[in-house]
């Protein structure tokens, strides 16, 4: 019998603080990564794995757990309170679903202001946009910022450019003290979990006293909007998008599979202006707005993205529940404040 397997359980930290500093110190090829492992709780009865190659640094920030991990499959993963946030391999498929069709939906997007992203690509995909004048991101946990910008070389043109407005702060006192308006306004936030960073964002209130009077007229509100899958879209999902329904006159959900998040994921989209736009002007749109080529999206996946499956479909027109600060839903999993 092999070497039995090292097991990281990134939430909580249960074995991971005492093990890191052991596997900062071996080689990437050294035959103990071979065996090492990260555990991610998706719920209590199913976990998801990955083999490592190497645990590449941790912090434990004010706010949550921070570690980059070097993975076999997915490159450089960037999980935050034991939640996989980005993979390097995989990381365009959610970033241009995030931010390409609210910016491609707008007539002449100038303007965004992006809640969270501190990893820089959300970011990144605005600022492929010609027309864009300045991108506000606004992430709450300067550790995590300056962790992105050392070890996420594919960002390091984001951060440094200077249409870029880099801001250290709470989301929700930003737009507030803001007095300028702006085109699009991005939700790329850590889910909403119990005693988490950021889950009043998703609530009713937010959207409605905060973030709305923000936009202008014309204005695109995008979030993330939590797993989408034929059996997690009722965690978050249909929440987020029902809340957001309470507050915008059109409101579109879209998903798509996300190979490291082992998931069907979601976005919300709302305006008070429709937001209707064929495949073929997308495309055309692309083309005429966008320096670089796209990976994943184009107008006729983006049109398909929005049909949903029966079982999902019901789930969205049946749902009641709408976020408040007292009755939010969460994702299985705890913030910072549950080990305080």
């Known amino acids: 019998m092999g070497e039995a397997p090292e097991v990281f359980y990134i939430n909580g930290f249960s074995k991971f603080e005492h093990e890191i500093e052991t596997q900062q110190n071996h080689h990437v090829n050294d035959q103990n990564h071979d065996s090492s492992w990260y555990e991610e709780i998706i719920d209590e009865d199913l976990k998801w794995s990955f083999k490592l190659n190497s645990v590449l640094h941790k912090a434990i920030s004010e706010y949550q757990d921070i570690a980059l991990l070097d993975t076999k499959r997915f490159g450089k993963a960037l999980v935050l309170d034991g939640k996989m946030q980005s993979a390097e391999t995989d990381e365009f498929i959610y970033h241009e679903c995030l931010i390409h069709p609210p910016l491609l939906c707008h007539p002449n997007p100038k303007t ?18 010609r027309s864009m004048v300045r991108v ?8 995590v910022v300056d962790f992105c910008r050392k070890y996420l070389i594919a960002n390091k043109e984001a951060f440094s450019h200077k249409k870029l407005d880099l801001v250290i702060n709470d989301a929700k006192a930003e737009l507030e003290k803001r007095k300028e308006k702006f085109d699009i306004i991005v939700g790329d936030l850590a889910d909403p979990l119990e005693d988490g960073p950021c889950y009043q964002l998703y609530t009713k209130s937010f959207y409605e006293k905060i973030l709305k009077p923000k936009l202008n007229d014309n204005g695109i509100f995008v979030t993330q909007a939590g797993p989408a899958g034929i059996f997690t879209h009722k965690e978050v999902f249909t929440s987020i998008y029902n809340t957001v329904k309470q507050v915008f006159k059109y409101v579109i959900a879209y998903t798509t599979h996300v190979p490291s998040f082992a998931d069907t994921w979601g976005w919300v989209m709302a305006s008070d202006q429709p937001l209707s736009i064929c495949a073929d002007e997308m495309d055309r749109r692309i083309e005429a707005r966008i320096d670089g080529e796209l990976l994943y999206l184009n107008g006729a996946w983006f049109h398909s993205s929005t049909t949903m499956n029966k079982t999902v479909y019901q789930s969205l027109q049946n749902e009641t529940h709408v976020y408040t600060e007292e009755n939010a839903r969460f994702i299985p999993g705890h913030g910072m404040a549950f080990h305080l």
């Open 112 to 129: 965004v202001f992006i809640m969270g992203g501190g990893e820089g690509s959300a970011a990144r995909e605005a600022l492929k946009h």
């Open 136 to 143: 506000v991101m606004c992430d709450i946990d300067k550790e």
